[in-house]
């Protein structure tokens, strides 16, 4: 049973290798001509203003929390998907019960403005 | 062949392990967490639980080390904790080395119920393990699984409370 996962090992080590061989290859055969304009920090194209670590803004927080509460509940979907058929109306109403009620937190964060970025 | 890949994965969830507590940089400390994340996922996997591997992948690997990296640049850490706590080393490991004889302790006191009970390792195969999962959580477990919902949404309500300035 265990073979089946043998392509996803095989994946996970051609991606090792690739990350790891590129850099150091490139390290190895690459020519380095440090300028000054090569090794500054590259911000999206401008000139950096200031250090990148800065204190966030806790609305990163609530995005992220937001993000764990709706994931975990998209986890509980996966067996429920899986034992949908034999599990009739009965599991319909139960997940469509477990929605609603996540759907009322959904409903306060949208009427709180959480989502939105002031 | 299962048991030598067991011990590679073994040896690279310690030390990953050990680099989440000896990481001068708290978010090369949480990296290393996601690396002993992914790495116990594999465990799942060995254990015939794919379920279980994805869930940690997904929830633990993913959404949880979202939030740890958010705090840590909430807390903006990544500068200022240059002195992690380095001290009562002996302590710890006093602690952890009696944690270890608890946990040998007990394992080897407990019996192997593979062949006995309604779930063994030949109806796991059968009937698969997602599918024991979703017929005892929305068959017996179907009022701990509701709760959840609260529960979930009580987290909802408590991150914009929190994070919120005006509720």
Redesign the interface.
């Not at chain 2, 640049?73 to 903006?76: G, T, V, Y």
């Given at each position: 049973m265990l073979d089946s996962y043998l392509p996803i090992l095989t994946l996970i080590i051609i991606a090792l290798c690739f990350s790891i061989g590129s850099v150091v290859f490139s390290r190895l055969i690459g020519e380095k001509r440090m300028t000054e304009l090569k090794m500054s920090p590259y911000e999206c194209g401008m000139p950096p203003v200031g250090s990148a670590r800065e204190r966030f803004s806790v609305k990163f927080y609530i995005i992220a929390m937001l993000f764990i509460v709706f994931d975990i509940e998209v986890v509980f979907m996966y067996p429920w998907a899986v034992m949908f058929k034999r599990l009739g109306l009965f599991g319909f109403m139960e997940m469509g019960v477990f929605i609603l009620i996540l759907l009322v937190g959904y409903a306060y964060v949208w009427k709180k403005g959480a989502l939105e970025w002031e | 062949m299962?048991i030598i890949f067991f011990y590679l994965v073994a040896l690279i969830v310690v030390i990953s392990g050990i680099l989440v507590v000896r990481c001068q940089s708290p978010v090369n400390s949480a990296l290393a967490l996601v690396n002993t994340f992914f790495c116990l996922a594999i465990y799942y996997?060995?254990l015939?639980a794919p379920?279980m591997a994805?869930?940690q992948i997904?929830?633990y690997a993913?959404?949880?080390m979202?939030?740890i990296l958010?705090?840590i640049?909430?807390?903006?850490l990544?500068?200022e904790a240059k002195k992690r706590y380095t001290q009562g080393i002996v302590w710890s490991s006093l602690a952890s080395l009696l944690l270890l004889v608890n946990v040998v302790y007990f394992l080897k006191r407990g019996q192997v119920t593979d062949s006995v009970g309604d779930i063994t390792a030949y109806t796991v195969?059968s009937f698969?393990h997602?599918?024991l999962?979703?017929?005892a959580?929305?068959?017996e477990f179907?009022l701990p699984?509701?709760i959840?919902?609260?529960l979930?949404?009580v987290?909802?309500?408590g991150?914009?409370v929190?994070?919120?300035k005006d509720?």
């Open positions: - | 299962e996997v060995m015939r379920f994805a869930v997904m929830v993913g959404a949880i979202v939030l958010f705090v640049m909430l807390l903006n990544g500068t195969q698969g997602t599918e999962i979703g017929k959580l929305f068959t179907l699984f509701e959840a919902s609260i979930l949404l987290a909802i309500v991150a914009v929190l994070a919120k509720v």
